[in-house]
T-cell receptor, first 115, second 111 residues
Framework: NAGVTQTPKFQVLKTGQSMTLQCAQD?????MSWYRQDPGMGLRLIHY???????DQGEVPNGYNVSRSTTEDFPLRLLSAAPSQTSVYFC??????????????FGPGTRLTVT | GESVGLHLPTLSVQEGDNSIINCAYS??????FIWYKQESGKGPQFIID?????DKRQGQRVTVLLNKTVKHLSLQIAATQPGDSAVYFC??????????FGSGTKLNVKP
């Protein structure tokens, strides 16, 4: 298993540009999520999905869109990049249990800089 | 929103000593907690978890304690090794499918 993969590893954008961060998992996990991590801080949930066709907002969803057309893929779209979106982005996936989402497996991250 | 915080932002310990990292959470309805380890430049890595129907859970060299009365979580690492140097995060599943992370504690292990 490759686990959770993310592309690209690094990206520099100009203000106003749009782009898509890719995330894929091969563990047949129902739950997938996107987090951002700012320097010296913990992770904040952007969006999550409990299955194909189902997405929901996390703590900090503004400026980001997601879709879940397949179980494996969960891309994150930045609509119009702003310097405040400079961060490291992590994708994670897990099984869903009767108590909610379970232990999450994280990808290696995408380091995004917006100038 | 939810609040998960840590008491000590940096912890320095001698190799071989035991380490204790603490975490406070604010949502009394949270029923699932995870400790993660994050090494520089990498994604968080699962260490151990605990559900709210338990007070203690042990893994290999690690123990998590949960005190629901005071909404406190701790991670104990026995015989700390240089490879344990990292940032440690606690996270709570405070709203079914939403995880809230603390700001992290950096553990420095001195040889």
């Amino acid at each position: 298993n490759a686990g959770v993969t993310q592309t690209p590893k690094f990206q520099v954008l100009k203000t106003g540009q749009s782009m898509t961060l890719q995330c894929a998992q091969d563990m047949n996990h129902e739950y997938m999520s996107w987090y951002r991590q700012d320097p010296g801080m913990g992770l904040r949930l952007i969006h999550y999905s409990v299955g194909a066709g189902i997405t929901d907002q996390g703590e900090v969803p503004n400026g980001y869109n997601v879709s879940r057309s397949t179980t494996e893929d969960f891309p994150l779209r930045l609509l119009s990049a702003a310097p405040s979106q400079t961060s490291v982005y992590f994708c994670a996936s897990s099984y869903l249990t009767t108590g909610g989402s379970d232990e999450q497996y994280f990808g290696p991250g995408t380091r995004l800089t917006v100038t | 929103g939810e609040s998960v915080g840590l008491h000590l932002p940096t912890l320095s310990v001698q190799e071989g000593d035991n380490s204790i990292i603490n975490c406070a959470y604010s949502n009394s309805a949270s029923d699932y907690f995870i400790w993660y380890k994050q090494e520089s430049g990498k994604g968080p890595q699962f260490i151990i978890d605990i559900r709210s129907n338990m007070d203690k859970r042990q893994g290999q060299r690690v123990t998590v304690l949960l005190n629901k009365t005071v909404k406190h979580l701790s991670l104990q690492i026995a015989a700390t090794q240089p490879g344990d140097s990292a940032v440690y995060f606690c996270a709570e599943n405070g709203n079914f499918n939403k995880f809230y992370f603390g700001s992290g504690t950096k553990l420095n292990v001195k040889p």
